[in-house]
Nanobody, 121 residues
Framework: QVRLVESGGGLVQPGGSLRLSCAAS????????MGWYRQAPGKQREFVTS???????HYADSAKGRFTISRDNAKNTIYLQMNSLKPEDTAVYYC???????????????WGQGTQVTVSY
C-alpha cells in the first residue's frame, strides 16, 4: 500500500501565505515525479506544479512567481510554499506522485485525499 498525506491547508487572507506538505509512505522503491493539482468548485482539476527526483520543477502560469515547490527525497515529501495568495487560488489542493513499488515495477499514479485552501477576508 502507498499513501499520500497532505497537510497545511486552511483559511488565509488575500496577500497571505500558506505552506502545504505531502508525504508518501508505504511500500516504496522509488518516487519519481511529485506535484500538486487543485480543483475549485465547479471546475476541473488543474495542474499547479511538479518536481522530479532531480529537483527540476515546472509551474502553471498561475503559480509562477508566487508558488515554490521543494522536495526532501529522504522523507519522500514535497512542500508547496504559496505566497501572495489570491481569492482565485481557493480550491482543494491534491498531491500527486508517480511511484514504483519495486525494483522492476513501473511507476503508478497516486493521489492524496486533498486539503482545502481558502483565500478570503
Amino acid at each position: 500500500q502507498v499513501r499520500l498525506v497532505e497537510s497545511g491547508g486552511g483559511l488565509v487572507q488575500p496577500g497571505g501565505s500558506l505552506r502545504l506538505s505531502c508525504a508518501a509512505s508505504g511500500t516504496i522503491f522509488n518516487v519519481n515525479v511529485m506535484g500538486w493539482y487543485r480543483q475549485a468548485p465547479g471546475k476541473q482539476r488543474e495542474f499547479v506544479t511538479s518536481i522530479d527526483s532531480g529537483d527540476v520543477a515546472h509551474y502553471a502560469d498561475s503559480a509562477k512567481g508566487r508558488f515554490t515547490i521543494s522536495r526532501d527525497n529522504a522523507k519522500n515529501t514535497i512542500y508547496l510554499q504559496m505566497n501572495s495568495l489570491k481569492p482565485e487560488d481557493t480550491a482543494v489542493y491534491y498531491c500527486n506522485a508517480a511511484i514504483a513499488r519495486g525494483r522492476w515495477s513501473t511507476d503508478e499514479d497516486y493521489w492524496g485525499q486533498g486539503t482545502q485552501v481558502t483565500v478570503s477576508y
